[in-house]
């Protein structure tokens, strides 16, 4: 995106009373967010009534909501983050059909956030030995299965951090989402995870550096880790405990919801107990039977098909699938970076698969597994 678009797309999204809605009519209706700023009067339904909402378009307000973002333009420059409007490709598409999703997210570390299968885990601050273990048991056996799996939580004390670590132990990519801006880490404790999870994964947050940290932001930020995935699993839970609040909102967003079941006597697990009991949570006790349930194994067994239809597959061209498995559709530049082959010996290989027809070839030379 031209970068004086971003400037008043930064500026939009300040405004507190336009949500993601709103903002996505404006730049239907009016062709951008710079075309918004420039209009002399709006008319849009959504703001029949608000006149304090139409009184933030007066000159005035344009003028400090413009100088805002250009602190903020200033701001990401320095530090290396990248934001991401709603309207970008590389905005996570998952949450595109979330109508309360944010109008832009300010992102650190790997900007792909649409290829791989995505779980969010979340749980209990006072995680116990139970549920740690069984969170990293859990994340090792989907990232034995499923090498393109990406973790999502929310850098909280407990089973977040846990399953952030756990992701980064198996070698899989795993997504922070802060309930404050870039410019900090909350917990400060999780400064060294968070360094971390940028070698192979990525920070984000929807609230600029100039926006405030209030308490209510960590349970907004709640919708980005339901949002953003596929499926999301409830490890430990209190009765009233705020990963509740994450299970509910996944399922509002149609999204599968799984909780590991505890004893019944213990205040850890009531939460998940109960979900499961009122069916809006599906009981798991391994990644096999979300696998199973998502239909995920399913794809297990189609690797292996393909295994034995293409037993003459050679050890360069096993790689190229292995990579082209993990990194989705991509280009012979990467493929050549990842894999240590040669672009030379790279198309031969490609051209191999390509004829066998387990890949297919794109403009700009890109290649995707297509079985």
Not at 51 to 72: G, M, P
Not at 145 to 166: E, K, Q, T
Request: glycine content about 8%.
């Amino acid at each position: 995106m031209i970068l004086s678009e971003r400037r008043y797309f930064i500026a939009l999204s300040a405004i507190k009373g336009i949500n993601f809605e709103t903002a996505k009519a404006l730049i239907e209706k009016y062709g951008s967010a710079e075309a918004v700023f420039s209009s002399d009067s709006l008319s849009l339904p959504d703001f029949e009534g608000n006149e304090q909402l139409i009184e933030l378009f007066t000159k005035s307000s344009k003028e400090s909501l413009l100088d805002y973002a250009d602190r903020e333009i200033e701001f990401i420059e320095r530090n290396n983050i990248t934001p991401i409007e709603f309207c970008s490709p590389q905005y996570p598409q998952r949450l595109l059909g979330c109508n309360d999703a944010p109008i832009l997210l300010y992102t650190l570390g790997d900007t792909d956030f649409n290829s791989g299968k995505y779980v969010s885990i979340v749980g209990t601050r006072h995680a116990t030995t139970y549920g740690r273990e069984w969170c990293e048991k859990f994340v090792g056996e989907l990232a034995e299965m499923f090498p393109d799996v990406v973790i999502v939580s929310g850098l909280a004390y407990g089973i977040d951090i846990c399953a952030h670590r756990a992701a980064m132990e198996s070698g899989v990519k795993t997504i922070a989402v802060l309930g404050n801006s870039l410019d900090s880490i909350y917990p400060a404790t999780h400064r060294d995870s968070a360094k971390r999870i940028l070698n192979n994964g990525a920070l984000i947050s929807e609230y600029s550096s100039q926006a405030p940290t209030l308490k209510v932001n960590f349970v907004a930020r709640n919708r980005i880790v339901a949002g953003m995935s596929d499926a999301t699993v409830i490890v430990e839970s209190k009765e009233k405990g705020g990963s509740l609040i994450t299970a509910a909102l996944a399922a509002g967003y149609y999204r599968d919801v799984f909780a590991l079941p505890g004893d019944v006597n213990k205040e850890s697990s009531k939460g998940c107990n109960n979900l499961i009991r009122d069916n809006k949570a599906q009981l798991i006790t391994s990644a096999k039977d979300m696998a199973d349930i998502m239909g995920w194994e399913f794809l297990m067994r189609s690797k292996r098909v393909q295994e034995t239809l293409f037993p003459d597959i050679d050890d360069t061209e096993q790689k190229i699938l292995d990579i082209l498995e993990i990194l989705g559709e991509t280009d012979i530049n990467t493929l050549s970076l990842q894999s240590g082959i040669a672009t030379s010996s790279l198309l031969s290989s490609l051209m191999g698969l390509e004829f066998k027809g387990i890949i297919k070839s794109y403009p700009g030379n890109r290649y995707k597994k297509f079985i």
